[in-house]
């Protein structure tokens, strides 16, 4: 996709039960993602990028198959917004099914041991092995009431520079961004230019991969990112517009980082989307809402089956009612990405990849074992019964139920499909309880005029700091519910924003689909004179 340029270090990248709700964890770097979106021979490509870097100044570039009719910068939320939403269905809290072979367990542990030890007139041992297998009893359940709650817890831009064999087709600024569209005659010409714009020319590498998109009459969209200091820098993404005769990803510049890549792409078009080398994580059908209820919300879509909800007013700007919606992702080593992601379109079929986290795992094979145990041991009441003898056929199929648990749970153990979770998030009414929250401060510093329409930027951001002063949290680390981090200004689940829409100005807060809860703002109230 890209090539980050004068960056000798570089990296890709953005990232009470009733049950627990688990969520895929986000990636962290070397990661891309981007969103694709292709209507009527026309593709929109939105991708995303931060680069670690000691030089203040850097730059990376992308190529294209044609001359973009339109570049822009997207929000910095909205493919944050949309990898949380369109995630796999996680198999996560399965805390409760050991319960029950443990319970039965403990219920017949104490019959057994009478079966197998005491004969029928042995009274005294009869009931020193019941008030024992009592105590046990009592003890296997305090364990698992004990297992309940604890699971429960949890640089300025430069002039234009002539370069024989460049055409430079545009040049603007986006946002930090000073963005230069070329077409090269070849890869010599195309290290030159990045060479006189103080960028790092390509090698023998890189000169082989431009000169192979050179031959199809691509063309390059070079961004540099201006900042202050070196470091790790979240940019905006950047989206262009071009004709495409069917979706691409361009990919194969980012071979030359030479590293592992996660990639996450979402493709919007009116059927379901497939590449060779990815894993489809879900495609749906989309309608769009609008809903006239309180609270305030921005309009949103939600998938005709599933229950998918993005809510990400940006991402709805490129979607459309009866669109389809697929989430990609791969993970990709260098020698993968030598080509460029064909975007395959096929009739559309809703689907949703399903996962377990390691927690589901863990408990789907202790309740296979525990289920084992107890089959066990009932089987050594019936072939011990009054400690007799056991008949020569018995202890072999004990030895074989025994075998069979211990297979199935290695079975279960290697085989199921795990995925890390991050962040434990709580059930939705907590969730929504605290958004809530939020929101209803929001209205009430509104209406004093605590938030107003003539606030900058910063003073926005300061939102969380508002609230401790104004005692609406006791605490100043007021964290995203959804992630466990701090909440702060971007549009994207469990955070916060302003939008001015028209002659109005709104305070937004986001839940966890990226749905918008508006609090119109009013001007300044007036302060009075004092005599």
């Known amino acids: 996709m890209a090539i980050v340029l004068a960056c000798p270090l570089f990296a890709q990248a953005n990232g009470a039960k009733f049950p627990e709700v688990a969520f895929a964890k986000m990636p962290e770097i070397p990661q891309q993602r981007a969103m694709i979106v292709w209507q009527d021979g026309v593709e929109?490509?939105?991708?995303?990028?931060?680069?670690?870097?000691?030089?203040?100044?850097?730059?990376?570039?992308?190529?294209?198959?044609?001359?973009?009719?339109?570049?822009?910068?997207?929000?910095?939320?909205?493919?944050?917004?949309?990898?949380?939403?369109?995630q796999p269905r996680i198999t996560h809290d399965l805390s409760k099914y050991p319960q029950i072979p443990l319970l039965l367990i403990a219920w017949f542990l104490p019959f057994v041991c009478v079966v197998i030890?005491?004969?029928?007139?042995?009274?005294?041992?009869?009931?020193?092995?019941?008030?024992?297998?009592?105590?046990?009893?009592?003890?296997?359940?305090?364990?698992?009431?004990?297992?309940?709650?604890?699971?429960?817890?949890?640089?300025?831009?430069?002039?234009?520079?002539?370069?024989?064999?460049?055409?430079?087709?545009?040049?603007?600024?986006?946002?930090?961004?000073?963005?230069?569209?070329?077409?090269?005659?070849?890869?010599?010409?195309?290290?030159?230019?990045?060479k006189s714009n103080s960028l790092k020319p390509l090698d023998a590498k890189g000169k082989n991969v431009v000169d192979d998109y050179i031959a199809r009459k691509w063309c390059f969209v070079v961004a540099r990112l201006h900042r202050e200091t070196g470091g790790l820098a979240a940019a905006h993404p950047i989206a262009v517009t071009f004709p495409a005769a069917?979706?691409?990803?361009?990919?194969?510049?980012?071979?030359?980082a030479g590293s592992d890549t996660r990639v996450e792409l979402f493709v919007i078009s009116d059927r379901s989307a497939a590449a060779d080398?990815?894993?489809?994580?879900?495609?749906?059908?989309?309608?769009?809402?609008?809903?006239?209820?309180?609270?305030?919300?921005?309009?949103?879509?939600?998938?005709?089956?599933?229950?998918?909800?993005i809510g990400s007013p940006e991402a709805g700007e490129f979607m459309w009612p009866g669109c389809v919606v697929t989430k990609l992702t791969a993970d990709l080593s260098p020698e993968q990405m030598d080509h460029d992601v064909a975007i395959n379109l096929t009739e559309f079929s809703p689907y949703q990849q399903h996962l377990y986290s390691a927690s589901a795992r863990r408990d789907i094979v202790l309740s296979i074992c525990l289920w084992g145990v107890l089959a066990v041991i009932l089987a050594l009441a019936a072939a011990f019964n009054k400690m007799r003898r056991p008949r020569r056929w018995e202890l072999p199929v004990i030895a074989l139920?025994?075998?069979?648990?211990?297979?199935?749970?290695?079975?279960?153990?290697?085989?199921?499909?795990?995925?890390?979770?991050?962040?434990?998030?709580?059930?939705?009414?907590?969730?929504?309880?605290?958004?809530?929250?939020?929101?209803?401060?929001?209205?009430?510093?509104?209406?004093?005029?605590?938030?107003?329409?003539?606030?900058?930027?910063?003073?926005?951001?300061?939102?969380p700091t508002l609230l401790v002063n104004r005692k609406y949290f006791s605490h100043t680390n007021i964290t995203n519910p959804f992630f466990g981090e701090k909440i702060r200004y971007e549009r994207s689940p469990g955070n916060f924003s302003s939008r001015k829409i028209g002659?109005?100005?709104?305070?937004?807060?986001?839940?966890?689909?990226?749905?918008?809860?508006?609090?119109?703002l009013q001007a300044r109230p007036m302060r009075r004179k004092t005599k």
């Not at 009931?127 to 709650?149: D, N, P, R, T, Y």
């Not at 069917?246 to 030359?256: G, H």
């Open 401 to 463: 139920l025994a075998g069979l648990t211990v297979l199935a749970s290695v079975i279960v153990h290697t085989t199921l499909p795990v995925i890390p979770v991050g962040f434990d998030r709580e059930h939705g009414f907590f969730r929504y309880m605290h958004i809530g929250s939020l929101h209803g401060a929001a209205e009430h510093l509104a209406s004093d005029g605590s938030l107003h329409s003539g606030m900058s930027h910063a003073e926005f951001a300061a939102f």
């Open 277 to 309: 080398g990815f894993q489809c994580v879900t495609s749906n059908s989309y309608r769009q809402i609008v809903s006239k209820k309180p609270p305030n919300v921005a309009p949103y879509y939600v998938s005709k089956s599933m229950g998918f909800t």
């Open 117 to 194: 030890f005491v004969k029928e007139r042995d009274q005294r041992r009869k009931w020193a092995l019941a008030i024992l297998l009592v105590i046990v009893f009592c003890v296997l359940v305090a364990i698992s009431a004990w297992g309940s709650v604890h699971t429960a817890e949890m640089q300025s831009a430069r002039g234009p520079q002539e370069i024989e064999g460049i055409t430079q087709l545009s040049r603007q600024r986006l946002g930090n961004y000073d963005v230069a569209v070329l077409k090269a005659d070849d890869s010599d010409a195309l290290s030159q230019w990045l």
């Open 503 to 520: 002659d109005k100005t709104f305070f937004c807060i986001y839940d966890q689909d990226g749905v918008e809860w508006r609090v119109e």
């Open 44 to 86: 929109t490509l939105v991708v995303e990028t931060s680069y670690k870097s000691e030089s203040p100044d850097v730059g990376w570039v992308l190529p294209i198959p044609a001359k973009p009719t339109k570049l822009d910068i997207a929000d910095a939320g909205m493919l944050t917004s949309l990898s949380i939403c369109l």
């Open 246 to 256: 069917a979706p691409v990803y361009p990919m194969k510049m980012t071979s030359l």
